[in-house]
């Protein structure tokens, strides 16, 4: 069974990139492969370059060098990602010590300014608590510190915000941004947050069924999307203007098993605009527009592309 196939992306330093989609849809699979975090069972074919280093083939030794010193990921929900038998600190020291050359003392200070640097309250004290003595948005910070240990050049962000409230959500956000920008770290964002992803990333890519089906700068994707399923996505997202009790648009169907994939374009079965050659033969993705990819026979907006 191919998770994923033939997707092809870059983030350059300093940038946002968001990749969206449905559960099942390979956004994870494609960051984890990027850590070297898959299964032994996977195979990871192709190329993945991180300044100009090859790491498919890599040792696992190497992969471990790779991980937190060069590019750091955050995780879903922050309960999983934290020992809740360890002290804050004593994570944080541990993610640093294992990749930079300091001795307990310097790696205690390190902690502590990075608790700082992620804007939690009184970070000396909360050096010494644990996981349970904490919020869900101050766990979050706290995994973010420890991605953050060793300023990697890369940040892999896979629904760090879903697990909390809107405010708390935002705050977030504004902390990964900024921190961004200081360090001119790049950010991978992976989301099915629509919203999300056109408030905060520069470009956009949009996967289904383990394949790429539409790329393109934020501004560009949202504001002239080409995609069948990049518009119901879009229409899904519920709005202020809707009258009280309205039924939400759904998309129709459910997406497609990796392993008897149909014919033809995989969203098809799903998509209201599919005609027969839709079904027959797979579209490839390809630049129709300056900086618009997109993988469709029938794209939205049709006559106005032409």
């Known amino acids: 069974m191919h998770a994923v196939q033939s997707v092809s992306f870059a983030v350059e330093p300093g940038q ?24 032994h069972s996977a195979q990871v074919s192709g190329s993945i370059r991180f300044k100009g280093v090859q790491l498919v083939g890599r040792s696992e030794k190497e992969l471990q060098e790779h991980r937190g010193r060069n590019a750091a990921m955050i995780f879903q ?25 300091v001795d307990r003392k310097e790696a205690h200070e390190r902690a502590v300014e990075l608790l700082r640097m992620v804007r939690l ?12 003595q904490l919020s869900g948005g101050m766990r979050q910070r706290v995994v973010i510190a420890i991605a ?6 890369l940040l892999i962000a896979d629904e760090a915000t879903t697990a909390l409230d809107v405010t708390t959500q935002a705050q977030i956000m504004d902390l990964l ?34 394949r790429i089906v539409e790329r393109a700068a934020a501004a560009d994707l949202f504001g002239n ?5 990049t518009r119901a996505l879009l ?4 709005r202020a203007d809707l009258e009280p009790h309205v039924l939400l648009p759904v998309i129709g169907g459910r997406p497609p098993d990796l392993s008897t994939l149909p014919p ?8 209201p605009d599919a005609q027969q050659d839709c079904r027959q033969d797979t579209p490839p993705l390809e630049q129709h527009e300056l900086r618009h990819w997109w993988a469709c026979w029938h794209p939205c907006g049709k006559e106005t592309a032409s």
């Open 77 to 101: 929900d922050p309960e999983r990602s934290l020992n809740p038998t360890m002290r804050i600190g004593t994570q944080i020291t541990e993610a640093v010590r294992c990749h930079l050359p």
């Open 121 to 132: 309250p009184a970070p000396e004290r909360r050096f010494y608590e644990y996981p349970h």
């Open 225 to 229: 999307v080409r995609m069948p399923y």
């Open 16 to 39: 946002t990139l968001a990749i969206i989609g449905e559960s099942g849809s390979g956004k994870t699979v494609s960051a984890y492969a990027v850590m070297g975090l898959l299964p």
């Open 264 to 271: 033809g374009c995989s969203f098809a079965p799903r998509c």
């Open 177 to 210: 941004l900024d921190l961004q920008q200081e360090l001119g770290t790049a950010l991978l964002m992976i989301s099915h947050d629509l919203a999300l992803a056109a408030s905060y990333a520069e470009e956009v890519v949009v996967m289904y069924a383990g």
């Open 148 to 153: 953050l240990a060793c300023q990697p050049a």
């Open 235 to 238: 229409d899904a997202i519920p």
